[in-house]
């Protein structure tokens, strides 16, 4: 097959269009769609605009990353957005109601995150709940806690915290920075920590990976904490754009976390998927959302056009993977 | 029974004709021209060793592969057999070993699945199918009601609840893969005269079986497969050791090359009343009693029936599953029970019975399959160091032959000779001292299997030792330098040089077992 994509040049554009997005899955769809947009849209490749993008971007991005853990290892985890949520309103309340000096406050939002994954995770390995059944749960709970700790009101996010939402230098925005980062710990804990490698043989053989010496609960119990703790960062991050944190912030962002993995190549049986996938996936979603709001595409459209890219995505990926074979 | 006509030679006319078809997978070459012609009314029995290309077979019947080359012909016509339901159409149905039964439908639902009788409306005619299905429940002479759930049924029952399907199709071509494997004489005598009325009825039969005593008592003609070829064809009557003679192609003595050291060394592993009982406390005995020692340098085979308990006390050694009462020594301290992690570091190391269900990533690379069981001596400061595992993986997959195109190659596009030397490899690089090893060569290729085996001898030429599982009792006979025999979850005698023969085990494993005579559960009873 290799051979014959090597002999593109006798072909048509179109055909090797579609072969190059055939050959590349995710990053070829991203291209695809960044040149329908730029075509279609003279204001698209402007670059305030793709740094919007990537703005738009990197609260879906940062979540993904941490379902990225779950989904390699075979699980899902459905509470993210409740949790970024849950995250941020107690960073806003510990600084603003309380007084606790900010940093203090902030630990307290990660370690919020953190505890409430490893809860879920908990519930998975040792209570044996499906993973679907027991993030459903803590989606509840999160979204429970947070609206009881700010009585369902927002909460001013501390000044200090929301330059996180600021640009640098009046032009790069802080929170591209941050998915940058956030994408780069995703990448080295899957390719080079124990726990991503054991994510990797957990989600591709649960039996073999015990019967080979992983750990699996402890690993699930890290999973799910890491999936929490990338969910606070993307909740403070999302809080520190709005100034302030919204009880009712992040709601359905972990279905365009999950979303985002899948298309960035990663199987929801396990086993497989990869970080710059996941930011591909992401960014995706974002230039789609983008590109049709400058092309005055109504918001009830976006959300059809939204599902079919989810869907074709999926599919042209699963072809790839076919013809690979 | 109408169907009592061995004697009379099967000569209807020709059903099936399988002409010159060749198959390869990566690495292998499963099927290499084999011919088989298949007549009405007659039992063909399909003879071969694991891996000699039986399955690929009777798959490529079924729909599930297509020929590289060759051709199927049916009827006279040659015929494409794309998926099931071209071979349901084509009058072929197949049972196989693993049952295609849904567990939570009923017996009829199962019979007709997908096809099941419709009313005028459009609705599922309950009534006609459970009619229907009660007709050919008493044809197989399975005493289940058609509302039965199927999950409740014994496995000889699921067995004739298959045929009852396949019956139901109006097979003329009935593959029967290795279907008394798992079956009691009893049980195999009900299915032999089954089978009989079905032949009486002009159908067509495909029978594998691993028994040759089988085969003069229902077959009418063999075809042997050997290394993917079809070697021969001959009648049934054929003497067995002219059998086993096409089958093997060569001396047996030489499939067995085990040199065991002049003197074993020290004890390696030590087991003292080992017991485990099911459910929480008070089930019935899974296995008791068990004690034994394994010392460095030898290789001490554990041979029984299916579930004697076998599997069980190895899972038990090496930490997966929980034991009741007794103690585990390696090199004389006592390990903790119900922790893998903990076996693993005092040098255990399992190769489990279902290689794709327990010792493989089978869609990840043989990297990291290779280098699974190591990843915590290989994680420094808190990361892997991947390029060590790549060099090891390496050096290891080289040493140990595997036939790949490269590390990045994913597990399940490897033979099954090929996939097992990378879970024997994976504990190589964890550097275990005693490995376990349950069934071994499983689905595994002739040639590979000698590999397998001089592996085996290199290890404990190394000082290495190995505690071997296997039902193929000319294995365990062959490559164990003493044999235990296992019944009914207890160690029932050990047998060593001389007096271990196949008689000897079948003796104890049979005897002890309570008159179950379930002979017919241990595969390889036959070979030699």
């Known amino acids: ?325 | 029974m109408t169907g009592v006509n061995d004697d009379v030679p099967a000569g209807g006319r020709e059903l099936l004709r399988v002409e010159g078809v060749t198959k390869s997978f990566p690495g292998v070459r499963a099927l290499d021209g084999v011919d088989l012609a298949l007549r009405a009314g007659e039992v063909h029995v399909l003879l071969g060793e694991n891996g000699a290309g039986k399955s690929t077979l009777i798959k490529m019947l079924a729909g599930a592969h297509r020929p590289d080359e060759g051709r199927l012909v049916v009827d006279g016509a040659e015929v494409t057999v794309r998926s099931a339901q071209d071979a349901e159409r084509l009058g072929i149905a197949t049972i196989h070993q693993e049952f295609n039964l849904v567990p939570g439908l009923t017996v009829a639902e199962n019979i007709f699945l997908g096809r099941q009788p419709r009313t005028a409306l459009g609705l599922v005619d309950r009534r006609a199918m459970r009619a229907r299905a009660a007709e050919l429940l008493a044809r197989v002479r399975l005493g289940v009601s058609p509302a039965a759930p199927v999950a409740g049924l014994g496995i000889a029952q699921l067995q004739m609840v298959e045929i009852a399907k396949a019956l139901s199709l109006d097979a003329r071509v009935l593959i029967m893969d290795e279907p008394t494997a798992v079956l009691t004489s009893e049980e195999v005598a009900t299915l032999f005269g089954i089978v009989r009325e079905l032949r009486a009825d002009g159908v067509g039969v495909i029978f594998i079986t691993h028994h040759l005593e089988e085969i003069a008592a229902l077959g009418d003609r063999v075809t042997v497969l050997r290394d993917g070829r079809s070697v021969a064809e001959v009648p049934a009557t054929t003497p067995e050791d002219d059998l086993i003679r096409l089958m093997v192609g060569r001396d047996i003595a030489e499939q067995y090359p085990r040199r065991a050291p002049e003197e074993p060394g020290a004890p390696l592993l030590r087991v003292r009343g080992l017991g485990r009982r099911s459910g929480r406390g008070g089930g019935r005995p899974v296995f008791a009693d068990i004690g034994f020692e394994v010392r460095a340098g030898e290789v001490v085979g554990l041979a029984g029936l299916v579930g004697a308990g076998r599997t069980e006390v190895a899972r038990a050694l090496f930490g997966v599953d929980r034991y009741d009462t007794g103690t585990v020594e390696v090199d004389g301290r006592e390990l903790a029970p119900g922790d893998v992690r903990a076996a693993m570091r005092a040098g255990l190391g399992l190769v489990p019975e279902d290689r794709k269900s327990q010792g493989l990533l089978l869609d990840a690379p043989l990297r990291d399959n290779l280098t699974l069981a190591r990843l915590d001596q290989d994680t420094r400061g808190g990361l892997v160091d991947r390029r060590a595992q790549r060099r090891a993986a390496a050096e290891v997959a080289g040493r140990l032959k595997v036939r790949m195109s490269g590390l990045e190659q994913p597990a399940r596009t490897l033979s099954g000779g090929n996939q097992q030397k990378i879970v024997i490899g994976k504990w190589l690089l964890a550097g275990a001292r005693l490995l376990i090893l349950d069934e071994p060569t499983r689905g595994v290729d002739v040639g590979a299997k000698v590999e397998i085996y001089q592996l085996v001898n290199e290890l404990t030429a190394a000082g290495c030792a190995v505690l071997m599982i296997s039902s193929d009792l000319p294995e365990v006979l062959g490559m164990s330098d003493r044999v235990l025999v296992m019944a009914q979850g207890r160690l029932v005698g050990e047998l060593a040089g001389e007096e271990a023969t196949q008689d000897a085990v079948m003796e104890l494993a049979v005897r002890s077992a309570g008159g179950v005579e379930n002979e017919s559960a241990m595969e390889g009873s036959d070979v030699g």
């Open chain 1, 1 to 325: 097959m290799s051979a014959e994509v090597l002999r593109a040049p006798g072909s048509t554009p179109g055909q090797w269009f579609v072969r190059a997005v055939l050959r590349n899955g995710p990053l070829g769809g991203l291209i695809a769609l960044v040149v329908v947009m730029a075509v279609l849209s003279r204001d698209f490749l402007n670059g305030q605009n793709l740094l919007n993008v990537g703005v738009q971007a990197s609260v879906t991005a940062i979540l993904a990353f941490g379902v990225t853990f779950v989904i390699v290892s075979a699980g899902i985890d459905l509470s993210v957005g409740s949790v970024a949520a849950l995250s941020a309103t107690v960073v806003a309340w510990a600084a603003t109601k309380e007084g606790l000096p900010v940093w203090v406050a902030v630990l307290l939002g990660l370690a919020v995150g953190a505890v409430a994954g490893l809860l879920s995770g908990a519930l998975v390995a040792y209570g044996r709940l499906p993973a679907f059944i027991a993030t459903l749960a803590m989606l509840s709970v999160g979204r429970g806690l947070a609206l009881v700790i700010s009585g369902g009101s927002p909460i001013a996010f501390p000044s200090s915290v929301s330059r996180l939402g600021d640009t640098l230098g009046g032009w790069l925005p802080v929170p591209v920075l941050v998915m940058i980062a956030a994408g780069l710990v995703a990448a080295l804990v899957l390719a080079r920590t124990y726990t991503g490698r054991a994510m990797f043989a957990i989600g591709g053989n649960e039996e073999a990976a015990r019967l080979s010496g992983i750990d699996v609960k402890k690993r699930k119990l890290v999973v799910y904490a890491l999936s929490g703790l990338f969910a606070a960062v993307a909740g403070i991050v999302l809080a520190a754009r709005l100034t302030s944190a919204q009880p009712q912030a992040a709601v359905g962002y972990e279905l365009d976390a999950i979303a985002a993995v899948v298309i960035g190549g990663a199987s929801l049986s396990g086993g497989s998927g990869k970080a710059s996938g996941t930011l591909i996936g992401a960014l995706i979603l974002a230039v789609l959302r983008n590109g049709l709001n400058l092309l005055s595409v109504s918001a009830f459209w976006q959300q059809v056009a939204t599902g079919l890219v989810i869907a074709l995505a999926v599919l042209l990926d699963t072809l790839r993977r076919r013809s690979a074979r």
